[in-house]
């Protein structure tokens, strides 16, 4: 705990000396909003229809010097009517040849940037990605981009219980062809609040028009229950011009049934069209459809239109 104070305590003075030391240029805002109209009906749960402020995040970017950045992103929380840290981190370019950087702070830790069409997280993508107070560095060699970060998590049913955690992997830009894209594969030897090694491979491929995204995220030994978790996620897009693109996805996992933030299988669809765009927002108008299973062969389907501004 206290090592997470110290980190947050130097990036409040990070961001402090670059709004007292330097030009206001040196600063950048951004955010995002998102509204939702939702309706959803289910085997063993009654129809309902919500309107909520479903997403509200304000980004604040410093750089107080040529090589250190610092970075704190903050999300509303309803129900206490107030922002919360979703993350703070600064980070420091050290060797140019290798574009070496440390980053320290409040982060999450996927293999690959989450850039899926859909409102939701997939199956994969929730199972794999960490979120924890960290240090982490990247590195290029031989045209991989390389990561490797540590960070302390606590044991299921273990609450003094702290082991030293860690995740490795790298990114690989390819080209085949009219193919271009982005490989990457990480291991980790914690998941699921237990100290187990899991593995996790993707690909995100652009053709033309098309683009297709996928994850595999599986444990490589079993856990205390015997179970051997996995998941995987593809995803389909289509962008018809600049203004308006379709989606379809699919997401499946297995031995995942005692954990209730997972189903066992979810398809869906997806339309989005651009309303409106400036040098300082973007609006869009995006239609989800989910049709999810969980493990008792229950389904429930969901429809989500969704208004989003990003500033």
């Known amino acids: 705990m206290k090592c997470k104070n ?16 330097v030009s206001f240029n040196n600063l950048e805002f951004n955010g995002f909003l998102a509204t939702d109209f939702s309706y959803s009906n289910g085997d063993q749960t009654e129809e309902e229809t919500n309107l909520d402020l479903s997403d509200l995040e304000l980004y604040v970017t410093a750089s107080p010097l040529e090589k250190l950045q610092a970075y704190i992103a903050l999300y509303y ?21 290798y ?13 690959v940037e989450d850039n899926s069409n859909f409102s939701n997280y997939s199956y994969s993508y929730n199972l794999a990605t960490l979120w924890n107070t960290a240090v982490k560095a990247d590195f290029n060699l031989y045209d991989f981009n390389i990561f490797c970060a540590t960070y302390k998590t606590e044991l299921e049913g273990n609450k003094n219980t702290d082991i030293n955690a860690f995740v490795a992997g790298f990114h690989k830009d390819v080209t085949i062809e009219n ?22 491979l993707s690909a995100d491929l652009s053709m033309s028009d098309f683009n297709l995204t996928g994850e595999y995220v599986r444990t490589i030994e079993k856990m205390e229950d015997e179970s051997q978790p996995e998941a995987y996620h593809i995803e389909l897009a289509y962008y018809f011009n600049e203004n308006l693109s379709f989606a379809a996805k699919f997401d499946q996992t297995k031995e995942l049934e005692e954990n209730e933030d ?16 400036s040098e300082e927002a973007v609006s869009s108008l995006k239609l989800n459809y989910y049709n999810e299973k969980d493990y008792q062969e229950e389904v429930t389907e969901e429809v989500v239109l969704r208004l989003e501004v990003e500033f």
């Not at 990036?11 to 709004?19: H, M």
């Not at 193919?179 to 996790?200: C, P, R």
């Open 6 to 21: 110290y980190v947050l305590l130097f990036l409040l003075i990070v961001l402090t000396c670059s709004l007292n030391a």
């Open 77 to 97: 929380e309803e129900d206490y009517a107030s922002f919360e840290i979703d993350e703070a981190y600064a980070t420091i370019q050290l060797l140019e040849d």
């Open 99 to 111: 574009d070496l950087s440390i980053t320290a702070g409040k982060m999450y830790l996927p293999s």
């Open 179 to 200: 193919i271009e894209g982005t490989l990457s594969a990480k291991y980790m030897n914690s998941l699921l609040d237990e100290e187990i090694g899991a593995v996790s």
């Open 262 to 277: 997972f189903g066992e299988s979810l398809i869906g669809g997806f339309v989005a069209y651009k309303i409106f765009e």
